[in-house]
């Protein structure tokens, strides 16, 4: 018992001499009026009155804060989730209406061009060293059959290599065993374009040949795959060496290659 109020003595002291000035407020109050201890009890009085209704005021005041806080926290937590929520729906918008605008496109060239055509999703493709394909998602079910057309709106892709029941590979333009019979359609010079994996090259054009940078290159339907007029690639480079009877020639195809999601199988 002793320890216990040796290690608290000056709580207790306090609480004595708290009891102390109330006692002696209380004895000295006579009709209303404090005697001579009126100034001294008083001050001191409320000097402790002041500290308890401060530190009290105090923890109010933090509590309110912490409150204030607390509830500024969850609207910020919850405006945010909303505001994910909303950019989310946003984006998923953005790309139907961006497919809905590529699948527009795509069927009014399909209605203005009278080749049959089938129109599928790209699920795959694969480029390498030595070759430049994509898988498609419809095959011999739709009646689509090996080297038919492959196009888009913008120009030519490629031609199908390989007919499944329920899909196809289409071997690309860039494709090195991919050629194509194509013409300039500035001056009608032909040529055969053949795939490099980025670009193409067109080949066995004569050294005299009239070919310029920035001329388009278009199908001239005689290797029996693609319809004539198409838009292949535009011609990039050109460059003559005297020792060779043909020029070299290269063309960057129209079509990006990386972009597509949609193309146009042609059928008949």
Same mark, same amino acid.
């Given at each position: 018992?002793?320890?216990?109020?040796?290690?608290?003595?000056?709580?207790?002291?306090? =609480?004595?001499?708290?009891?102390?000035?109330?006692?002696? &407020?209380?004895?000295? !109050?006579?009709?209303?009026?404090?005697?001579?201890?009126?100034?001294?009890?008083? @001050?001191?009085?409320?000097?402790?009155?002041?500290?308890?209704?401060?530190?009290?005021? %105090?923890?109010?005041?933090?509590?309110?804060?912490?409150?204030?806080?607390?509830?500024?926290?969850?609207? #910020?937590?919850?405006?945010?989730?909303?505001?994910?929520?909303?950019?989310?729906? %946003?984006? !998923?918008?953005?790309?139907?209406? @961006?497919? #809905?605008?590529?699948?527009?496109?795509?069927?009014?060239?399909?209605? =203005?061009?009278?080749?049959?055509?089938?129109? *599928?999703? &790209?699920?795959?493709?694969?480029?390498?060293?030595?070759?430049?394909?994509?898988?498609?998602?419809?095959?011999?079910?739709?009646?689509?059959?090996?080297?038919?057309?492959?196009?888009?709106?913008?120009? !030519? *892709?490629?031609?199908?290599?390989?007919?499944?029941?329920?899909? %196809?590979?289409?071997?690309?333009?860039?494709?090195?065993?991919?050629?194509? @019979?194509?013409? *300039?359609?500035? #001056?009608?010079?032909?040529?055969? =374009?053949?795939?490099?994996? &980025? #670009?193409? @090259? +067109?080949?066995? !054009?004569?050294?005299?040949?009239?070919?310029?940078?920035?001329?388009?290159?278009?199908?001239?339907?005689?290797?029996?795959?693609?319809?004539?007029?198409?838009?292949?690639?535009?011609?990039?480079?050109?460059?003559?060496?005297?020792? %060779?009877?043909?020029?070299?020639?290269?063309?960057?195809? &129209?079509?990006?290659?990386?972009? +597509?999601?949609? *193309?146009?199988?042609?059928?008949?």
């Amino acid at each position: 018992m002793p320890e216990f109020i040796t290690k608290r003595r000056k709580i207790f002291f306090i =609480l004595f001499l708290f009891t102390l000035l109330f006692w002696l &407020v209380t004895v000295q !109050v006579k009709n209303g009026r404090f005697l001579f201890m009126e100034k001294p009890v008083l @001050a001191i009085s409320g000097f402790f009155e002041r500290i308890i209704t401060g530190t009290f005021d %105090s923890v109010k005041s933090a509590g309110k804060r912490y409150a204030f806080l607390m509830r500024t926290q969850r609207e #910020n937590e919850r405006l945010k989730e909303e505001n994910d929520r909303l950019r989310l729906e %946003s984006a !998923v918008l953005n790309e139907l209406l @961006a497919e #809905n605008d590529r699948l527009r496109d795509a069927l009014k060239f399909k209605l =203005l061009n009278a080749p049959m055509s089938v129109m *599928v999703q &790209v699920i795959g493709k694969e480029i390498s060293p030595i070759s430049a394909t994509m898988t498609i998602n419809k095959g011999s079910d739709y009646g689509i059959k090996k080297d038919s057309a492959v196009i888009t709106a913008s120009g !030519v *892709v490629g031609r199908v290599q390989t007919v499944l029941s329920g899909s %196809s590979k289409i071997i690309l333009l860039t494709d090195p065993g991919n050629t194509l @019979a194509v013409r *300039v359609q500035r #001056n009608r010079e032909e040529g055969l =374009l053949e795939g490099k994996l &980025v #670009n193409c @090259a +067109l080949k066995y !054009v004569s050294y005299y040949a009239d070919i310029q940078q920035g001329d388009l290159l278009i199908t001239s339907g005689l290797d029996g795959i693609y319809p004539k007029g198409l838009a292949v690639a535009t011609v990039v480079k050109v460059s003559k060496r005297e020792a %060779s009877a043909f020029q070299t020639v290269v063309a960057k195809p &129209v079509v990006g290659f990386s972009r +597509l999601e949609e *193309v146009l199988v042609l059928t008949k």
